[in-house]
């Protein structure tokens, strides 16, 4: 299974992005997709998910301002994100999880990280 992140850059506060995880090879129905960021020397920091049946769930932070969904066919997952603050500067990744989300990084597969930056 590979995943390919795109979609970050540079944004001024307040500003939106809308990043992209393009998965193959998966050959099983039961994943979860998780949405992580991490700012150096921090813990990756669980941001979304959605599960296979299309349940999503968000971190604390997030207080209504992101969205994630799942292109039809089930190959890329999108994390819409509005509102967007300096403190949302990191390093976005989106991982791969055999089974149903969970809010820390335990996920199987990862794609590389996209950069988000905020400008205040």
């Known amino acids: 299974v590979q995943l390919q992140a795109s979609g970050g850059g540079e944004v001024q506060t307040g500003g939106s992005l809308r990043l992209s995880c393009a998965i193959s090879?998966?050959?099983?129905?039961?994943?979860?997709i998780g949405w992580f960021r991490q700012v150096p020397g921090k813990e990756r920091e669980f941001v979304a998910a959605?599960?296979?049946?299309?349940?999503?769930y968000f971190g604390e932070f997030v207080k209504g301002r992101f969205t994630v969904s799942t292109d039809n066919d089930k190959e890329t997952t999108h994390l819409q994100m509005n509102s967007l603050k300096p403190e949302d500067t990191a390093v976005y990744y989106c991982g791969l999880r055999r089974g149903v989300w969970r809010r820390s990084p335990d996920y199987d597969y990862w794609g590389q990280g996209t950069l988000v930056t905020v400008s205040s």
């Open positions: 090879g998966r050959t099983f129905d039961l994943y979860a």
């Open positions: 959605i599960n296979y049946n299309g349940a999503t």
